[in-house]
């Protein structure tokens, strides 16, 4: 089963410009059975929301280093 999940996007010029990792983990404690083509279905449908979101994050600012 995945672990983690790493979405990145990239600019038109193939940079990337944000990254995010996911750590995905089930809590079987209620008994529940979680189905593997349900946690498919749900992850797929929240990474195609997450592609038309809007950024929250600011551009960090340039190191003068």
């Keep these: 089963m995945v672990e ?3 979405v990145i ?6 940079i990337p410009v944000e990254r995010f990792v996911f ?3 089930v809590n079987l404690s209620y008994g529940s059975k ?3 083509a349900d946690l ?3 992850l797929r449908s929240f990474l195609i929301k997450l592609s038309v979101s809007e950024s929250l994050t600011k551009v960090l600012p ?3 280093c």
């Design 62 to 64: 340039r190191s003068k």
């Design 34 to 36: 979680v189905e593997e």
């Design 40 to 42: 498919e279905f749900s």
């Design 9 to 14: 996007f990239f600019n038109t010029d193939g």
């Design 4 to 6: 983690r999940a790493a």
């Design 23 to 25: 750590k995905l983990a």
